[in-house]
Nanobody, 125 residues
C-alpha cells in the first residue's frame, strides 16, 4: 500500500509562486510514475503534469507549460510541483497520484492507482 500526502498549498496573488510537495510512503513504494491533477469547483478533475520514475521524462498540460515544473527526489520519496506566474484560473484543489511503472508517464486519472487527499491552491486577482 502507498500513501501520498500533499502540502504547500495556500493563498497567493496572481503572478506569485507556490511549490507543492507530495510525500510518498509505504513499504512497497518503488519504481512509481507520478502525476499532479487539479479540480476546480464545479469542474472535472484535470491533468496538470506527470513525471517518470527516473525523473527524466516530464509532461505538462498546455495551460501550465512554461509556468509549472514537476520534479522528484527519489531519495526522499517526494514529488514537487513548482508553480510560477500563477493565474486565478489555477485555483483548484491539487492532487498527486502514483502508479507502478518505470519508463512511462501518464495523463489520465484512471491510469493511477494511488491518490493523495489534495491541497487547496487559491490565486487572487
Amino acid at each position: 500500500q502507498v500513501q501520498l500526502v500533499e502540502s504547500g498549498g495556500g493563498l497567493v496573488q496572481a503572478g506569485g509562486s507556490l511549490r507543492l510537495s507530495c510525500a510518498a510512503s509505504g513499504s512497497t513504494f518503488s519504481r512509481y510514475a507520478m502525476g499532479w491533477f487539479r479540480q476546480a469547483p464545479g469542474k472535472e478533475r484535470e491533468f496538470v503534469a506527470a513525471i517518470t520514475w527516473t525523473g527524466i521524462g516530464t509532461y505538462y498540460t498546455d495551460s501550465v507549460k512554461g509556468r509549472f515544473t514537476i520534479s522528484r527526489d527519489r531519495a526522499k520519496n517526494t514529488v514537487y510541483l513548482q508553480m510560477n506566474s500563477l493565474k486565478p484560473e489555477d485555483t483548484a484543489v491539487y492532487y498527486c497520484a502514483a502508479r507502478r511503472d518505470v519508463g512511462n508517464y501518464y495523463s489520465r486519472d484512471y491510469e493511477y492507482n494511488y491518490w493523495g487527499q489534495g491541497t487547496q491552491v487559491t490565486v487572487s486577482s
